[in-house]
């Protein structure tokens, strides 16, 4: 029973592994003089129109939460693109077998693996400065991502990966 338990509990903090970014920024940009942002004119960022609407409600969402507004005279540009990969997925079963006697010390373990490859979806956040066209912080954010998921479903998993992608801007220095 106590196998049984830890099982399923293994199965459930591996299933909620989820989003995770990482962050870069230019450290000489003085991130107190943006408070304009637009997205970048010839954005493509290979999703579907749908889902790159969803993507773009969930930005629009987002960065009303910072301390950027969308203007048509922007001081940064922002620019999202994705990629797409699966990994065969983390989760297996193991099993154990172990024995002793007499100081002889016996053991056999395995693992199994539960479920098919996952799919991932890769997204690349960056913003640009307009008047240098330099860039000036980006957020790469892995997240699992199932494309036969419902609509709703979906735009809440872009809410997420966007949240998180701006969850270091403005950096903290």
Same mark, same amino acid.
């Given at each position: 029973?106590?196998?049984?338990?830890?099982?399923?509990?293994?199965?459930?903090?591996?299933?909620?592994?989820?989003?995770?970014?990482?962050?870069?920024?230019?450290?000489?940009?003085?991130?107190?003089?943006?408070?304009?942002?637009?997205?970048?004119?010839?954005?493509? +960022? !290979?999703?579907?129109? #749908?889902?790159?609407?969803?993507?773009?409600?969930?930005?629009?969402?987002? %960065?009303?939460?910072? /301390?950027?507004?969308?203007?048509?005279?922007?001081?940064?540009?922002?620019?999202?693109?994705?990629?797409?990969?699966?990994?065969?997925?983390?989760?297996?079963?193991?099993?154990?077998?172990?024995?002793?006697?007499?100081?002889?010390?016996?053991?056999? +373990? !395995?693992?199994?693996? #539960?479920?098919?490859?996952?799919?991932?979806?890769?997204?690349?956040?960056? %913003?640009?400065?307009? /008047?240098?066209?330099?860039?000036?912080?980006?957020?790469?954010?892995?997240?699992?991502?199932?494309?036969?998921?419902?609509?709703?479903?979906?735009?809440?998993?872009?809410?997420?990966?966007?949240?998180?992608?701006?969850?270091?801007?403005?950096?903290?220095?």
């Amino acid at each position: 029973m106590k196998f049984l338990k830890l099982f399923f509990l293994c199965l459930v903090l591996s299933a909620c592994s989820g989003t995770q970014a990482v962050y870069d920024y230019d450290e000489q940009a003085d991130f107190t003089a943006y408070n304009s942002v637009a997205i970048y004119p010839e954005l493509r +960022s !290979g999703l579907s129109q #749908l889902d790159e609407k969803r993507l773009m409600t969930a930005i629009e969402g987002q %960065l009303t939460n910072e /301390s950027l507004s969308f203007s048509s005279n922007p001081d940064l540009y922002l620019n999202v693109y994705t990629e797409e990969y699966r990994e065969q997925s983390r989760n297996s079963l193991g099993i154990g077998l172990g024995g002793t006697g007499r100081n002889v010390g016996v053991g056999v +373990s !395995g693992g199994i693996p #539960l479920g098919g490859p996952e799919t991932y979806l890769r997204l690349t956040f960056d %913003l640009i400065d307009v /008047s240098t066209d330099a860039l000036v912080w980006q957020a790469v954010v892995d997240s699992k991502f199932d494309f036969n998921a419902n609509p709703e479903e979906r735009q809440r998993r872009f809410n997420k990966i966007v949240e998180e992608a701006f969850k270091a801007y403005p950096p903290k220095r």
